[in-house]
């Protein structure tokens, strides 16, 4: 998600990551969507989220956005170290993944499934619906040295970190 003090950014369909080939999920290495276990009952439901389970790490930070206008596009950076564990809590986005070499969207619409983000991706949340909020457990603190904004510091990173 896009750092604690940056703001929103309109939609610019021209850049080269959003003209780039969309893959299938499977194809975009260090994310993974989870089902996560719902009890429902005529009280309503409930959702679970445990670590050691559906989470491979620690929770250090939660936090959640709300509010954004539809033509506006969030995250637009990558992480050297954060995981991230994505919940639509309420209404529906879009986030785009890139590993630097393959790329997907993956509709978020219900808070029974999760999309886990590892270190070294591309995201971009977009398509926000009115109502949506965001949810998002990550393993560590805020920490302004951990992102990457500018996508072709980000390839050159990947590259590196995979030689």
Known sequence: M???HTPDTPLKPDTPQARSPLAPLSEVRGCRLVDLPEHTDPRGSLTVIEGGRQLGFRVERVFYVHGVPSHVARGLHAHRELNEFIVAVSG???VTVDDGT??????LDRPGRALHIEPHLW?????????????VLA???YDPDDYLYDYTEFEEFVRGART
């Open 2 to 4: 896009a750092a604690d």
């Open 102 to 107: 393959s790329r997907a969207r993956v509709p």
């Open 123 to 135: 995201t971009e949340f977009t398509d926000f619906s009115a109502d949506a909020i965001c949810l």
């Open 92 to 94: 529906s986005f879009v």
């Open 139 to 141: 393993s560590a603190p």
